[in-house]
């Protein structure tokens, strides 16, 4: 399935969610797909691109799977049905979009929690959807500069050589 569907997905299902495991549960899956998105850059996006893609890819693997979270069936983890990113710049767009929502949900969770263990869970949680959103906010930069350069480059083949010549065209004998 494409990125940007996935990742809809999840926004929806993150804006339907009633609860702390519920929210910890869309958490994990935003995470979990915020790494495959990571992967599927390293291996088909722009080179430029490699470097926090991968270490999108990286963010969280430490600690425990997706599979793992009680809340989260085996069947029902999206990144696993992620099979493409076809707008490189789009997806990450709406990546950054889903991770920004998915932190203020967990801080309204350790906000609202006197279990000591699930206040820490979510600033765990917090800090890797800051990381994740610093790495995708630098993806997003790196094409950004990356159209700048192609639009100079396409305005120098426009201009020729020489820039852009200004005054009265003159006759090509070199008489008036």
């Not at 722009?46 to 793992?68: K, Y």
């Amino acid at each position: 399935m494409e990125a940007e569907r996935l990742i809809e997905a999840g926004r929806r299902s993150l804006a339907e969610s009633r609860g702390a495991p519920a929210v910890m549960a869309e958490a994990w899956q935003a995470q979990a797909l915020a790494r495959a998105v990571g992967g599927q850059l390293v291996r088909f996006g722009p080179a430029e691109l490699r470097t926090d893609a991968r270490g999108l890819s990286e963010i969280g693997a430490a600690g425990p799977p997706v599979l793992d979270h009680p809340m989260v069936p085996a069947s029902g983890v999206r990144a696993a049905h992620l099979s493409e990113v076809s707008d490189t710049s789009r997806t990450l767009g709406a990546l950054v979009l889903l991770l920004g929502e998915v932190g203020m949900a967990l801080v309204g969770v350790a906000c609202g929690t006197e279990e000591e263990g699930l206040y820490w869970q979510c600033i765990e949680a917090i800090d890797a959807v800051d990381e994740s959103v610093d790495r995708v906010h630098g993806m997003l930069r790196r094409l950004a500069e990356q159209e700048r350069e192609r639009e100079r480059e396409t305005d120098q083949e426009r201009d020729g050589p020489y820039g852009v010549i200004r005054g009265p065209a003159g006759s090509v004998t070199g008489r008036p």
